[in-house]
Every structure is written in C-alpha cells, then in structure tokens.
C-alpha cells in the first residue's frame, strides 16, 4: 500500500519530470544576476544561468539589457550539470531570429540597412540586427575611401547562408533596381530647352556626367563655357550641384545632353554690337595651333590669327608667341552669325579683300 508521503514524493518528482536538453529553445524569467551572468528561472529545481558572453556584447552593461522580472526565449547550450544548472543563450537566439527575418528580406528583395563595421582588404564589413555580414568593393556604390565606419548603407542581400554563415551584400543594387523606373520617369518628363537641377558624378577628359535625379546627362566640354576650357576640372568638381539646360534627348538610346554655357548670355552677340572688321583689338593667346593662334579679342569671343601672321608677329617682335601674351590685332573678317573672326597683326587696307580665315 502507497502512503500519502510517497505519493507527495512522487507528486514532487513529476513537478520536476523535465526533458530539457540541449538545443532546446526555453521560456524563462528573468530573476537576479550573479558573477557568472543572468540568472533564468525556467521552471528547473535551480535557476539556469546566461553567461555574460550570451548575454551581452562587450561593452554593454548587462543589467541595462536585462530587468528582473523580464520574460524571454533562451537557448539551452549546456544540459545541467551535478548542481542542476543549466547553461543558456540570449544571443544565440537573437541571432536565430535575425537570420529568419533577413531570409525573408531576401525573399521579398527588401532593402535593409546596415551599419559600417570597418573597411577590410576587399569590401566593407557591416552589421545587419546584429549579424555581420559582407559588400564586396564592386557592390558599393561609393569607393571604400569615403565609407566611415558607425555610417548607415542601404542595402539588398545577394546571398544568405546561415549553415555557411555566408552573408554578403550589396549597396550598388539598391540604386540599380530603382534606376531603370526613374530613367523611365525622367524620359516621360523631361525634353529640349528646360533647365534642370543635376549633380556632377563623373569627370571626363571629355565633359562631366551629371545626375539629373536617376539619369546621368553628358555636359560635353564644349558646352561648358563659351570661354576655352582645357579641362572639365577647370571650373567644374565632383559633387557640385549646378543647373543645366537640355539640348537633347534620344528616346531609344536613352541619352540626355545638357548645356551649361547656354545659360549664360551669348557673347557673340554682345560683340557684334562692339567689334567690327577694320577695328584694332587687344586680346589675350588661348591657344596655338600648327594652323594659328586663337585670342580672346572679348570675353567669351576667340579669334584667330594665321600661322603666317604669327609669323609676321614673331619676326617683328622678336619674341615667340605664347598662351596668355596680350597682343593688339585687327579684326579681317568676322561672321557673328557663324561666330568666326579672322585677325590680322597689320592694319586693314580697305581696297584689298580680306583674307580667308583658315578652318580649324
């Protein structure tokens, strides 16, 4: 016969006839800390303890992580030991969770945000909900140079393998899966003669291509300025935010070209009214060519002077001809229409036709 103290031993048995075992996820209530850690009560005969590497990262102070009382998920990474304790995991399963919600970000093609952890010998290291993950050098958008560590990315996962832990990333993709529709959005808005907002992204020995919101637009050299410009660098940088002018558009190349020296009054015009041929001029040498010299004869305007009357120059003065002499010259001919003047270093003679001005 069972006596009513061995059915309250038995009883007090099956309140403790637990199957927990390691890699099992567990309830707990947060009840105290100790030395070792957070202390879990889980509903064994002693309270299970979260090491502080499991609990916390470096740095951080646990019990501003973790408030008596506080209910939670744990991972059991230790089955108890003589004392009954078992060992458990806040991290471990944190990082469970964030792997299931970056799954479904990559599913889904969201873009997520990452913190910059440090530039490394290929790519960036950041941190995405608390696992690090990796953007090759050809995924960033900007060069590893102007990334800071602690900055913000936006950013779409390329691949994701938790058994691998292989998490990498891209930055660049981000703006190419959005380009294509603001390329289409700009296409359906934008045509010739509107003056439009862009930042300069790229420099060429050609012209600078500028951002319009989505679409980069060429401003060749040519139409930066209607003085003579060398190079795009001269007057333009990386990152600027200017204004331009459309001057054309290609629907099936999907190509912009934009002006910007269009947005400044035409100097030939104003020369027109102040120069004419048979006037003596002041200029400043921009240029030398096997076929002449081009000067400023006014701002914006170039004219040029022949080889042979540079040569006359040349002998005359004694001296050789260089870019940014000052020299007086007379107008030969001059087409505002076709914004060409022909110079002269010798006074014009009315009774003899001017001379033909050489193409450059």
């Given at each position: 016969m069972?006596?009513k103290?061995?059915?309250?031993?038995?009883?007090?048995?099956?309140?403790?006839?637990?199957?927990?075992q390691?890699?099992?996820l567990?309830?707990?209530i947060?009840?105290?800390?100790?030395s070792?850690?957070?202390?879990?009560?889980?509903?064994?005969?002693?309270?299970?303890?979260?090491?502080?590497?499991?609990?916390?990262d470096?740095?951080e102070?646990?019990?501003?992580?973790?408030?008596?009382?506080?209910?939670?998920?744990?991972?059991?990474?230790?089955?108890e030991?003589?004392?009954g304790?078992?060992?458990?995991?806040?991290?471990?399963?944190?990082f469970?969770y964030?792997?299931?919600?970056?799954?479904?970000?990559?599913?889904a093609?969201?873009?997520?945000?990452?913190?910059?952890?440090?530039?490394?010998?290929?790519?960036?290291?950041?941190?995405?909900?608390?696992?690090?993950?990796?953007?090759?050098?050809?995924?960033?958008?900007?060069?590893?140079?102007?990334?800071?560590?602690g900055?913000?990315?936006?950013?779409?996962?390329?691949?994701?393998?938790v058994?691998?832990?292989?998490?990498?990333?891209?930055?660049?993709?981000v703006y190419?899966?959005t380009?294509?529709?603001?390329r289409k959005?700009?296409?359906?808005q934008?045509?010739?003669g509107?003056?439009?907002?862009g930042?300069?992204?790229?420099?060429?020995?050609?012209?600078?291509?500028v951002?319009?919101?989505?679409l980069?637009?060429?401003?060749?050299?040519?139409?930066?300025?209607?003085?003579?410009i060398?190079?795009p660098?001269?007057?333009?940088?990386?990152?600027?935010?200017?204004?331009?002018?459309?001057?054309?558009?290609?629907?099936?190349?999907?190509?912009?070209?934009?002006?910007?020296?269009?947005?400044?009054?035409?100097?030939?015009?104003?020369?027109?009214?102040?120069?004419?041929e048979?006037?003596?001029?002041e200029?400043?040498v921009?240029?030398?060519?096997?076929?002449?010299?081009?000067?400023?004869?006014?701002?914006g305007?170039?004219?040029?002077?022949?080889h042979?009357?540079?040569v006359?120059?040349?002998?005359?003065?004694?001296?050789?001809?260089?870019v940014?002499?000052?020299?007086?010259?007379y107008?030969?001919?001059?087409?505002?229409?076709?914004k060409?003047?022909?110079?002269?270093?010798?006074?014009?003679?009315a009774?003899?036709?001017?001379?033909?001005?050489?193409?450059?």
């Amino acid at each position: 016969m069972v006596t009513k103290k061995e059915l309250d031993f038995e009883a007090l048995l099956d309140k403790y006839d637990y199957k927990f075992q390691k890699g099992d996820l567990v309830k707990g209530i947060v009840c105290g800390f100790d030395s070792q850690g957070v202390m879990v009560d889980i509903g064994t005969k002693t309270t299970a303890t979260i090491p502080t590497y499991e609990a916390v990262d470096k740095g951080e102070n646990i019990e501003e992580i973790f408030k008596k009382g506080q209910e939670g998920e744990f991972l059991i990474i230790r089955e108890e030991d003589e004392d009954g304790k078992f060992l458990l995991s806040k991290k471990k399963v944190d990082f469970a969770y964030a792997w299931k919600e970056l799954e479904k970000a990559k599913a889904a093609d969201e873009t997520i945000l990452g913190t910059v952890v440090s530039v490394v010998k290929g790519g960036i290291l950041v941190e995405v909900s608390g696992v690090r993950g990796f953007i090759p050098s050809s995924q960033l958008k900007a060069r590893e140079t102007e990334v800071e560590a602690g900055s913000k990315l936006e950013l779409k996962i390329l691949t994701l393998d938790v058994q691998q832990n292989n998490f990498i990333l891209s930055n660049k993709k981000v703006y190419e899966d959005t380009a294509e529709e603001a390329r289409k959005n700009i296409f359906s808005q934008i045509e010739a003669g509107q003056v439009v907002k862009g930042e300069v992204v790229r420099i060429t020995d050609f012209g600078a291509f500028v951002d319009l919101g989505g679409l980069d637009g060429l401003l060749p050299l040519s139409q930066l300025s209607w003085r003579w410009i060398d190079h795009p660098t001269d007057i333009l940088k990386v990152g600027d935010k200017i204004d331009v002018e459309v001057i054309s558009v290609d629907h099936d190349k999907q190509r912009v070209s934009l002006s910007l020296k269009n947005l400044e009054p035409d100097p030939w015009i104003e020369a027109a009214d102040k120069v004419k041929e048979g006037d003596k001029v002041e200029g400043t040498v921009t240029r030398l060519k096997h076929f002449g010299a081009f000067i400023e004869v006014f701002p914006g305007v170039e004219a040029l002077l022949p080889h042979n009357e540079v040569v006359d120059f040349q002998n005359e003065s004694k001296t050789i001809l260089k870019v940014g002499d000052k020299i007086n010259t007379y107008i030969m001919k001059f087409n505002p229409d076709d914004k060409r003047i022909a110079l002269s270093v010798h006074e014009v003679n009315a009774a003899e036709p001017p001379a033909t001005e050489t193409e450059e």
